[in-house]
């Protein structure tokens, strides 16, 4: 099983400000099979990044994410106030897949 | 625009089988897309539970495979969740989601969420 560790565990930022999520992995991800979901209160995840760096349909030019092997990040640069949520890495690589435990971000 | 919906009883037995069902709307169950199942224990992280093919070949998360069904009935265009055996640490908000084109277990489109609760 790959696990997901992501760092921080809460983040609070000013809107405007780039926020910076991490997500390493216990082994390669191959292919970079890499994705982040934001979730907010309530409601179910919502894909944004994945192979990576890859955005899904309708998710703003402001969420990028990069790496590769292991190490990977999800930037959102120009924070708004609908970006407080808790985001989550997943990898699709293995026959197992699996999440990380979250970053909880907070704009102030 | 797919729509994806679960339903299910809301309150499980300890040791009983939990069961579930998610109705999807604006997409043909037999399309090439796959469907999965993930859950999120309140207050924690996700857990992906399966996935199902358009042609019925499932894949399981090794840590309940023991325990989980996943079907499909293409006539009601819906597929379906079967977890037997239940504990307390099965109560969570259960999820059915499609999978997007270019994997099998990156999930584009979600429901809304149903929350079960195991407890006598």
């Known amino acids: 099983e790959i696990v997901l560790t992501q760092s921080p565990a809460t983040l609070s930022l000013s809107p405007g400000e780039r926020a910076t999520l991490s997500c390493g992995a216990s082994q390669s991800v191959s292919s970079s099979y890499l994705a982040w979901y934001q979730q907010k209160p309530g409601l179910a995840p919502r894909l944004l990044i994945y192979g990576a760096s890859s955005r899904a349909t309708g998710i703003p030019d402001r969420f990028s994410g990069s790496g590769s092997g292991t190490d990977f990040t999800l930037t959102i640069s120009r924070l708004e106030p609908e970006d407080s949520a808790v985001y989550y890495c997943?990898?699709?690589?293995?026959?197992?897949?699996?999440f990380g435990q979250g970053t909880r971000l907070e704009i102030k | 625009q797919v729509q994806l919906q679960e339903s299910g009883p809301g309150l499980v037995k300890p040791s009983e089988t939990l069961s579930l069902t998610c109705t999807v709307s604006?997409?043909?169950?037999?399309?090439?897309?796959?469907w999965g199942w993930i859950r999120q224990p309140p207050g924690e992280g996700l857990e992906w539970i399966g996935t199902i093919s358009h042609s019925g070949s499932t894949y399981y998360n090794p840590s309940l495979k023991s325990r989980v069904t996943i079907s499909v009935d293409t006539s009601k265009n819906q597929f379906s969740l079967r977890l037997i055996s239940v504990t307390a640490a099965d109560t969570a908000v259960y999820y059915c989601a499609r999978a997007h084109i270019v994997a099998t277990d990156l999930f584009d489109y979600w429901g809304q969420g149903t929350l079960v609760t195991v407890s006598s």
């Open positions: 604006g997409d043909s169950i037999t399309s090439t897309y796959y």
């Open positions: 997943q990898q699709y690589a293995s026959s197992r897949s699996t």
